[in-house]
């Protein structure tokens, strides 16, 4: 009966996401959801709340024209339940992960790692929420002061733009109520900036972040946090090098911009290229090898237990250390003085064979829907599975089939990340038998 109950966390997570899509979908069919008469398609419907609850971004409708503004406040609803519920389930998956430990393997695992604390779920949750709130508050009162003061914004429609970029931006949804998402402020700082701090924070993970603002000198952070907060800044800065380097003199994004417009154009598309799907260039008219980098960016993602998709940062840099402790015949993989456990290795190869595998079939599937070129295909395949948002401009044109394809795809990369991590770390006591060891050929 325990065995049971213990998988229970990895089979109500998708039934949770599922059961919020469906409610989104029947309140966006509703005549009031649209500006025009009539309510939206079904099939319109089910693709914004299952984009909006996973928060993903990809739309087939302009938020900004096609829905009324119930229909956008049901979107808003989506996307902040989608990230709360992301941020909070995967984070109490790893206190619940933990007591099944001895208290004693407990306490040492708290005192090395500096990880959270096992005590009570409410105040975990608490904390959670307090965080959101507060960021979005601050981005919310940022944007909708200088959408009023500097854009001429009323400031009823600067306060609701201002909360619906706010709520998108920390949840890393991508939603935006302005049809050129962010274009229109490409030369302002004032709004860019703010807008990918709050992405960044969310996209990190709510584990680092309470790990950072409980900081004290002399305290270690948790393997976990180093490898999350190094290896965002490395792929933001690879990104953002990459990006000026194929894009610098591209007529169609970069060229005409000033060079200061230019690295925060390619600073934030870095960051949101990982993460949410707002951008201020077209993505459409990037270079191939920009497009290619993209491919890495999105399928990599953000921080585990966070409002991002992807296989997680963590899971990417964990790789490379399993690597090179092969390649040097060490028989422990280290990563800053700690070893990293071998049923870890296995996890992450898991996460990301099936990341693979998820996008190839998404893509081959779409493929056989539409007659776009590869290079796009795979490109709204990886975005949709790491839940990014970013899009070459073929999601609305593809047929219902491909549309479903996309939904598949971004229920998946969004809810099965989480669920797999909880099967994985859930799964029940080791068997008492080990059959005979045979090694087959590798390479």
Known sequence: ????????????????????????????????????????????????????????????????????????VVILGLFQLGGLGIMSGATLLGLLVKRHLQLSSRLVAQRETHSLGLG?????????????????AVLTAILALHLHLMYDEPWRTALWNGLFHAVSAFNNAGFSTYSDSLARFVADPVIIVPMMLALIIGGLGFPVLYEVSNWRKGKRWSIHAQITLWGSA???LGGTLVILAYEWSNPATLADQPVWQKLLSAVFHSATARTAG??????????????????????????????AGGIKVTTFFLLFFFIWAEIRGNPDTVVFRRRIPHA???????????????VALGTTALLSFTEHEMGA???????????????????????????????????????????LAAALALRGASKHYRYPEERPIVG
């Open 120 to 136: 009570d779920v409410t105040s975990v949750l608490r904390i959670i929420l307090l965080v959101t709130l507060a960021v979005e």
């Open 377 to 419: 295909v795979v490109f709204e395949a990886i975005s949709a599975f790491s839940t990014v948002g970013l899009s070459t401009g073929i999601t609305a044109e593809l047929p219902p089939a491909g549309q479903l394809v996309i939904i598949a795809l971004m229920f998946v990369g969004r809810v099965g990340t989480i669920t």
């Open 234 to 236: 490395v792929l933001l």
């Open 278 to 307: 707002f951008y201020t260039v077209d993505v459409g008219a990037m270079e191939p090898q920009t497009l290619a980098a993209n491919y890495l960016l999105m399928f990599i993602g953000g921080g585990s237990a966070g409002t």
């Open 344 to 358: 870890i290795e296995r996890q992450a190869m898991t996460v990301l064979s099936l990341g693979f595998v998820s």
């Open 1 to 72: 009966m325990g065995h049971r109950s213990d998988h229970r966390p990895a089979r109500l997570i998708p039934l949770a996401f599922l059961i919020t899509a469906l409610i989104g979908t029947g309140l966006l069919c509703l005549p009031a959801a649209t500006v025009e008469p009539g309510g939206a398609p079904v099939m319109t419907a089910l693709f914004t709340a299952v984009s909006a609850v996973c928060v993903t971004g990809l739309i087939v409708q302009d938020t900004a024209q096609y829905w009324s503004f119930f229909g956008q």
